[in-house]
Nanobody, 126 residues
Framework: KVQLVESGGGSVQAGGSLRLSCARS????????MAWFRQAPGKEREGVAA???????RYADSVKGRFTISQDNAENTLYLQMGSLKPEDTAMYYC????????????????????WGQGTQVTVSS
């Protein structure tokens, strides 16, 4: 059974930093995508960043230059380093994993992802 467990969320002031982690288990796909999504109250879930098995990445325009996605395959862990945080980054952040690859244009869409974590809350105050 695939499990994704996020951690690292919290409350920070604007301009601060946080690093989210997603520990995965029961997951054997070698060609998969991993991604971070977020959902703020009253808003739709949006893709934040994605990474493929070769380490290629894609970011939402709203986080480019501020967030970095990475993964440690030896530790089976996905990371999201978030810097220069803004109040509009406040949301529940979810880790997601796919069963295989897909075209890069779909990496920040929820459709390719079959597995989801429970989320970790990030709150940024002004």
């Amino acid at each position: 059974k695939v499990q994704l467990v996020e951690s690292g969320g919290g409350s920070v002031q604007a301009g601060g930093s946080l690093r989210l982690s997603c520990a995965r288990s029961g997951y054997t796909s070698s060609s998969a995508l991993m991604a971070w999504f977020r959902q703020a109250p009253g808003k739709e879930r949006e893709g934040v960043a994605a990474i493929d098995s070769d380490g290629k990445t894609r970011y939402a325009d709203s986080v480019k230059g501020r967030f970095t996605i990475s993964q440690d395959n030896a530790e089976n862990t996905l990371y999201l380093q978030m810097g220069s945080l803004k109040p509009e980054d406040t949301a529940m952040y979810y880790c997601a994993a796919s069963n295989g690859g897909t075209e890069r244009q779909w990496w920040l869409e929820s459709g390719p992802y079959s597995y989801w974590g429970q989320g970790t809350q990030v709150t940024v105050s002004s």
